[in-house]
Structure formats: structure tokens, C-alpha cells
């Protein structure tokens, strides 16, 4: 597709359980970006890769989190042993270069709830 | 380190009113600012940007803003509201020193317009 693809767009789970989120970048795009939105706050940046580079995971909020990414084109965030604090929407978005004047282009979110 | 701040997470105005929705940052470094936008059931998308040069900037839509180092601000304005500008919007700060995209934005406002 022309955008961002993120999937699944809705996930429930129950408490414990570990989930995949997967995201599918524009094409030809380096860098992707995973970012969460909890309800009535702003985007939390989780974690960036850019090419072969060593991924930027400064943002990842516990060990529970983590993310892959093959080569320039699909990444995966997991999170393992769901709690309730990690429903939120995850948004993943690329750009075609790590370059700091920001034109992230963003998929639709896959949001997550933890029963 | 940086932060942002939007004032206000919730803005109501009438069909054909003034839209000025406030954000501050703080930077330690000269920033690049951004504002995107987000329509309901939609990713977010870049509405405009300030790196370098004019301190005034023009978005889609009819959206500006305008970039005050002084004030630490870069607030967002529209002369005119129209039914179609209801949506989330987040600012956003980068660095500009900085080698990546990475992103800090703000918890976001949610512009309501009233017929």
C-alpha cells in the first residue's frame, strides 16, 4: 500500500498474555518509529531504527518491551506478560531518512487493551 | 532535555471563528517545531514545520504559525474555522543538533467547531 500499515488495528487480551504488533513502512522508507498514545496523554516515543543501524531503544518502558525490525521493511513490537497500564494505542511511522525535520509519516494505530 | 506543552487539552469555537491552539517547548538547543493533525479514525499527518529561516510558517488547510523564541512558543492559528478542522492536534519539538527523527510531542488538543 502507499501508507503505513499497522495491524492488528484492535487487540484485546487478557492480563499476562504477550501480544505482536506488527508494522509494514512505506516503501523505501529507513527509519521507522514506534511510538504509544494512552488515553488523554500524548505520543510516547518507544523506539527508532534507522538502516542496520543499532536501534534507538531509550524510550521502551520496561524489559517486557521490545522490537525487531528486517532489514528496511516490517517491524514487530512485542510485549510480553500484558499488564493493564500497557493499553494504548501503538503507533508505528516512518521516514524516508533519518533526518531531524520530523515528516513522520504515521499508520492508523493498533490499539491494545489488557483485560 | 525537551518538552512541550499544549495548552488546553480540549478547544471549542464556532464555524468561521479564530482557531489558536497554544503550544510552549522547552529546548536547550535550537529546536525544529512542528504541528500535526489528526482526523478522527485516521494516522496522524504533518500539518507544518519550523527549521530554519522564516518564523512565520504556512500549513495545509489554511493553518499557520509562528515561530517566537522569545516567548518559546510556536502557537497554531486559522483565521476561520470550518466543520473540517475538528480533529486532534499534537506539537511537536525535535533537535535540530540531533541525527535522528525523534520526535517529542505534546498530550495533544482536541478542536471542537460548533455550527
Known amino acids: 500500500g502507499a501508507g503505513v500499515s499497522q495491524s492488528p488495528s484492535n487487540k484485546v487480551t487478557e492480563k499476562g498474555k504477550d501480544v505482536e504488533l506488527r508494522c509494514d513502512p512505506i516503501s523505501g522508507h529507513t527509519a521507522l518509529y514506534w511510538y504509544r498514545q494512552r488515553l488523554g496523554q500524548g505520543l510516547e516515543f518507544l523506539i527508532y531504527?534507522?538502516?542496520?543501524?543499532?536501534?534507538?531503544k531509550s524510550g521502551l518502558p520496561s524489559d517486557r518491551f521490545s522490537a525487531e525490525r528486517t532489514g528496511e521493511s516490517v517491524s514487530t513490537l512485542t510485549i510480553q506478560r500484558t499488564q493493564q497500564e500497557d493499553s494504548a494505542v501503538y503507533l508505528c511511522a516512518s521516514s524516508l531518512l533519518a533526518v531531524n525535520t520530523g515528516e513522520l509519516f504515521f499508520g492508523e494505530g493498533s490499539r491494545l487493551t489488557v483485560l | 532535555a525537551q518538552s512541550v506543552t499544549q495548552l488546553g487539552s480540549h478547544v471549542s469555537v464556532s464555524e468561521g471563528a479564530l482557531v489558536l491552539l497554544r503550544c510552549n517547548y522547552s529546548?536547550?538547543?535550537?529546536?525544529?517545531l512542528f504541528w500535526y493533525v489528526q482526523y478522527p479514525n485516521q494516522g496522524l499527518q504533518l500539518l507544518l514545520k519550523y527549521t530554519t529561516g522564516a518564523t512565520l510558517v504556512k500549513g495545509i488547510n489554511g493553518f499557520e504559525a509562528e515561530f517566537k523564541k522569545s516567548e518559546t512558543s510556536f502557537h497554531l492559528t486559522k483565521p476561520s474555522a470550518h466543520m473540517s478542522d475538528a480533529a486532534e492536534y499534537f506539537c511537536?519539538?525535535?533537535?535540530?543538533?540531533?541525527?535522528?527523527?525523534?520526535?517529542?510531542f505534546g498530550q495533544g488538543t482536541t478542536l471542537q467547531v460548533k455550527p
Open positions: 511537536a519539538v525535535s533537535r535540530s543538533s540531533s541525527n535522528t527523527g525523534k520526535l517529542i
Open positions: 529546548s536547550s538547543v535550537p529546536p525544529y
Open positions: 531504527f534507522q538502516g542496520n543501524s543499532a536501534p534507538d
